[in-house]
């Protein structure tokens, strides 16, 4: 079992910045992922970003890339995304999710979520 708790999440004007955390506890393995989803009200959830745990290894979607930066914390058991040059597009809960996947960018392969963090862009 794998433990997710997300963090970090306000409100911000556009053009500003958050820096979202994903806690994990339990038996995290060396080749799971860690993904960043959002959903926005009557939206499916979308993927953002994805970290191979050990090898760190990252895929981004084509509407964050450029902006957020998902890294791994030194303790091993944190993840970040740091989201800069925010949109109001960028308006969803985010979820972190683990597990080991084929597809990184899909959020049905993924076994274990959060609670989600709500973040919201000003215009």
């Known amino acids: 079992q794998v433990q997710l708790v997300e963090s970090g999440g306000g409100l911000v004007q556009a053009g500003g910045s958050l820096r979202l955390s994903c806690a994990a506890s339990g038996r995290v393995f060396d080749n799971y992922y860690i993904g960043w989803f959002r959903q926005a009200p009557g939206k499916e959830r979308e993927f953002v970003v994805a970290?191979?745990?050990?090898?760190?290894?990252?895929r981004y979607a084509d509407s964050v890339l450029g902006r957020f930066t998902i890294s791994r914390g030194d303790a091993k058991n944190t993840v970040y995304l740091q989201m800069n040059s925010l949109k109001p597009e960028d308006t969803a809960v985010y979820y972190c999710?683990?597990?080991?996947?084929?597809?990184?960018?899909?959020?049905?392969?993924?076994?274990?979520w959060g609670q989600g963090t709500q973040v919201t862009v000003s215009s």
């Open positions: 970290i191979r745990w050990t090898r760190g290894v990252t």
């Open positions: 999710a683990a597990g080991f996947v084929i597809d990184p960018g899909n959020y049905k392969n993924y076994v274990y």
